[in-house]
Nanobody, 118 residues
């Protein structure tokens, strides 16, 4: 069982930056692929970024070049550095953990809210 707790959300002006963190419980964090997802009001949840357990990364086209995902296995934490934020980045951001050999995620956090004002 893995428990995930996100933090770092808030209100920021367009063009600003935020760094989200996701702290994981358990001693097997390093074996999981970690992902960030977001859900804007009235929209479905969408993929943002993923880092697998050998640090391979992938991003949604909408965030490439602006967001960076990273992980610190010693701290059981995954990060999402978000730069050049846009109002359309507004939403509830979730982290998730799953097998590096599957696109399915087994564990989800409760989310942290990001609001980007224009």
């Amino acid at each position: 069982q893995v428990q995930l707790v996100e933090s770092g959300g808030g209100l920021v002006q367009a063009g600003g930056s935020l760094r989200l963190s996701c702290a994981a419980s358990g001693r097997t964090f390093s074996s999981y692929a970690m992902g960030w997802f977001r859900q804007a009001p009235g929209k479905e949840r969408e993929f943002v970024a993923r880092i697998n357990n050998w640090n391979g990364v992938s991003y949604a086209d909408s965030v490439k070049g602006r967001f960076t995902i990273s992980r610190d296995n010693a701290q059981n934490t995954v990060f999402l550095q978000m730069n050049s934020l846009k109002p359309e980045d507004t939403g509830l951001y979730y982290c998730a953990a799953g097998s590096p050999f599957s696109t399915k995620y087994d564990y989800w956090g409760q989310g942290t809210s990001v609001t980007v004002s224009s």
